[in-house]
């Protein structure tokens, strides 16, 4: 099977899942070439070079207009590549800027599978976006899926939210979820990790790892971790990730002003090869994300914590009904109020070190077994080509 993969964005990197899926496909002994805008630096950082064909697309610089003059470049290298050889499959990881991608790939008959990861009218409600910019976005979407394209969503209930809002027939349509490299991320000794970053060796960590954005429910654990006493806490709250400004200016005024400044670490943006061996260094991991709009999330960083045989403590928010009997963690009522939040840490405090490496083995069992990259690309193409035939 010979694939391309698309990866239009104007972001300067490019995402974990983004890679483990095509390192994932190439695992399998699926031929892939990779068009995008991410530098020949970067590429070369994650050890790409001279190991995956990429095929690259100038980039014009950020903005608007600069977003649509890229979407026209990638139409004219997708068009280009199409026209050098035979692809079984164009495989998109969809950026809603403009469907130039998508009519030029339908224009050649060759099938097109796009990957949607949110429902992005409410992600940029929730950013602060125009009411114009959202339906710019609503238009681009509605253009995509005309072009008969199928459809793979992260989780049910984007793939209702895709059948529903856009009409886009349900037998081209599937849920697979996000997943995690289990060779990548995998326990590593607390000890050593805490010593390399300057951890305590002895306290109990909090920790999070991610991309910072308003959805994270962060604020809120700022706000839970001023509402209990420094020995409730007994450790420090370990902020791992950046990027994403204003945010993480934001939950650092935030902690100052409730008086918890010095609990709160925040690394800062780390390297991806780094993520496994910071998660080794908590206790317990956090991925609290907001209900907002009916948002339903397959959280990259949920997986990995697992995979590092790390508990969890987690929103109970759309997309975690897999997760919740599993005994992995603890699962927040959805309104993950403060003082929820805080019950929460007070119970993992209040567990022995027994308990809660009980439920990271488990976590770890599960990612190997249900969520590897590898399962979920193979499920993924499984059912494409039978949806194609």
């Not at 068009?35 to 064909?53: A, P, Y």
């Not at 998508?102 to 992005?120: F, Q």
């Not at 007994?234 to 609990?263: C, N, T, W």
Request: proline share 5%.
């Amino acid at each position: 099977m010979r694939i391309l993969y698309v990866y239009f964005h104007s972001f300067e990197d490019m995402p974990y899942h983004v890679r483990e899926w095509v390192e994932a496909a190439i695992g399998s002994g699926i031929e892939v070439v990779v068009v995008t805008s991410v530098s020949e630096e970067f590429l070369d950082s994650i050890g790409w070079t001279g190991r995956v064909e990429v095929r690259q697309v100038e980039y014009p610089g950020s903005g608007f207009v600069n977003n649509l003059k890229l979407s026209r470049r990638f139409a004219a290298a997708v068009a280009e590549e199409l026209g050098k050889g035979e692809y079984d499959l164009v495989y998109e990881r969809f950026s809603t800027v403009s469907p130039a991608v998508a009519k030029a790939v339908s224009a050649r008959g060759v099938p097109h599978c796009v990957e949607i990861n949110g429902i992005i009218e409410n992600e940029l409600k929730l950013s602060g976006a125009s009411w114009a910019r959202r339906a710019w976005f609503v238009r681009a979407q509605r253009a995509v899926f005309a072009e008969g394209v199928c459809v793979v969503a992260v989780t049910e209930r984007i793939k209702e939210w895709i059948v529903e809002r856009y009409g886009v027939p349900e037998k081209r349509v599937a849920a697979f979820s996000n997943g995690v490299n289990p060779e990548r991320f995998k326990p590593m000794p607390k000890v050593d990790s805490r010593r390399r970053f300057g951890i305590s060796e002895d306290g109990f960590v909090l920790g999070f790892l991610g991309s910072l954005y308003p959805w994270c429910g962060l604020d809120r654990l700022v706000e839970a971790a001023s509402m209990m006493s420094e020995e409730e806490r007994g450790g420090i709250f370990f902020m791992v990730g950046g990027g994403q400004e204003p945010m993480k200016s934001d939950l650092e005024r935030l902690a100052s002003e409730k008086g918890v400044s010095e609990i709160f670490l925040f690394s800062g943006r780390i390297p991806w090869c780094d993520a496994a061996e910071y998660i080794s260094c908590f206790d317990v991991a956090v991925s609290l994300k907001l209900p907002a709009g009916g948002m339903s999330f397959s959280p990259l960083k949920l997986y990995a914590y697992m995979a590092c045989s790390k508990p969890v403590l987690a929103a109970d928010t759309l997309g975690m009904e897999d997760l919740k009997p599993r005994d992995v963690g603890l699962f927040l009522p959805p309104s993950l109020s403060p003082a929820e939040i805080a019950d929460g840490i007070r119970v993992f405090r209040a567990m022995s070190d027994d308990e809660r490496d009980g439920m990271g083995l488990r976590a770890r069992r599960l990612s190997e077994e249900r969520y590897s990259w590898k399962s979920i690309v193979e499920g993924t193409l499984k059912w494409f080509a039978e949806v194609s035939a």
